[in-house]
């Protein structure tokens, strides 16, 4: 059986949500405490399919976790193994690379083959790679699988990253954490989530000076604690509820979610015209009238706007009146999948390369629409809640990888989405 969403639109939210972990700070978080002796917790974690798939991870690799109610419990306790992570799990998510590190730590060799995710372009792990073997790794390509070995440990050393990679940033912390002597690691990135990866390792034990700055500086220890740790919340997913009243109009509180962690993406929405408050952790978004087109937009590292943010904010600038572009310097392809599903909708949108251009239309028809990756797919659900026709959005999977049951959010806020069951052959797509 098939799976759809059916979503009318046309209809303005109003309500309060509370924003759960972020998926991007809980992934590598979970892959570092491989690292650690006893056990550690993480609260408020959102039961999503990237989420299950590395507890699957974890537990093929010897440990041992539970998750209920939002608090994920690991620990390992096994003293040998050989870091073998199956095809089927390490090709399913991107971030399956960050068991990299912790597993040469723990059984001194990794086996896995290149990580799987969306297709955004390339997503080379080269500079993980580079650093890992400078600090004393040994690589080895068998046809697709790569092998890692340190058998005599990790080294501290100094490298510097040709661009400031959030995962190759958080692989070599987690490396440096455990490694034999002083690492320096320069043109790392400043983002929120590795912030929240050296305060979840620094208080395990690491000594990790310089995050949110471009400098790290580790000093190696030999033993990391498990600890109980409450992961920042998820501003991509704060983002994405914003940008949904954006589209659709009302008035929505989003709930322990302070507002630094996704400021660009509110000084863009303020600019289109939606009314923005903080209020100590709490964000109240706004949309009355209609919204104005932002001129043209760039994504890029903190503090820049976030690259997973453009295809949300772009859906909602489809009915915006005046032209809107927003060019993404980080994947090549970002634009290409969601924009020939907004034309579907009547959408007046191009997609070039790296950039999509669109020039706001009155209103959007209903449309059948399949989602082809996280963010893309997120953002068909805020284009199709601006329609007042129905809209049909498969392909859940991709969107389930990082929001929990979004429907029954955007329900609880008056939206009128339902999943409805479908014959394969009538399956979109």
């Not at 340190?150 to 958080?170: D, H, Y």
């Not at 310097?329 to 999948?337: D, K, L, V």
């Amino acid at each position: 059986m098939g799976e759809c969403w059916k979503i009318v639109g046309g209809r303005p939210l109003f309500g309060r949500v509370r924003v759960p972990a972020a998926k991007n700070s809980v992934l590598p978080l979970m892959a570092a405490s491989l690292m650690c002796q006893g056990e550690s917790q993480f609260s408020s974690v959102p039961d999503l399919l990237d989420v299950r798939t590395s507890m699957e991870i974890y537990q093929t690799l010897g440990g041992q976790c539970s998750y209920q109610s939002g608090r994920l419990r690991l620990s390992f306790r096994q003293k040998e193994g050989r870091g073998c992570m199956p095809r089927h799990l390490a090709g399913a998510m991107r971030s399956s690379v960050f068991y990299l590190a912790p597993a040469l730590h723990r059984f001194g060799r990794v086996e896995t083959i290149q990580p799987g995710g969306c297709n955004l372009g390339p997503r080379p792990i080269d500079i993980h790679l580079d650093g890992l073997v400078q600090m004393g790794a040994q690589m080895e390509w068998q046809q697709d699988v790569l092998v890692l070995t340190a058998p005599r440990g990790l080294r501290g050393t100094e490298f510097v990253l040709r661009l400031p990679s959030v995962g190759a940033t958080e692989t070599l912390m987690m490396a440096a954490a455990k490694a034999k002597g002083e690492t320096i690691l320069r043109g790392v990135a400043r983002e929120p989530e590795v912030v929240d990866l050296a305060q979840y390792l620094n208080q395990c034990g690491a000594n990790i000076e310089g995050a949110g700055s471009s400098v790290l500086k580790i000093r190696g220890v030999s033993e990391l604690t498990g600890c109980s740790y409450q992961p920042i919340p998820d501003r991509i997913t704060a983002t994405t509820l914003a940008a949904t009243v954006a589209s659709a109009g009302g008035h929505v509180t989003l709930e322990q979610c302070p507002a630094y962690l996704m400021e660009p993406a509110l000084n863009v929405l303020q600019q289109a015209g939606c009314g923005i408050k903080v209020r100590e952790d709490c964000i109240q978004v706004e949309r009355v009238g209609t919204l104005k087109g932002v001129g043209r937009l760039y994504t890029g590292v903190y503090p820049g706007f976030p690259t997973d943010a453009a295809p949300v904010i772009a859906a909602a600038l489809l009915t915006a009146k005046g032209q809107s572009a927003i060019e993404d310097t980080i994947f090549e392809q970002r634009f290409s999948a969601c924009a020939r599903e907004f034309a579907k909708m009547g959408a007046n949108v191009q997609c070039e390369g790296r950039v999509i251009q669109m020039q706001g239309v009155p209103e959007l028809r209903g449309a059948t629409m399949t989602a082809a990756d996280l963010r893309g797919g997120a953002a068909l659900v805020v284009a199709a809640l601006a329609s007042k026709e129905e809209s049909c959005i498969d392909g859940l999977g991709h969107i389930r990888r990082g929001y929990k049951d979004l429907p029954g959010i955007l329900q609880a806020l008056g939206a009128k989405i339902q999943l409805q069951q479908l014959p394969d052959e009538e399956a979109v797509g």
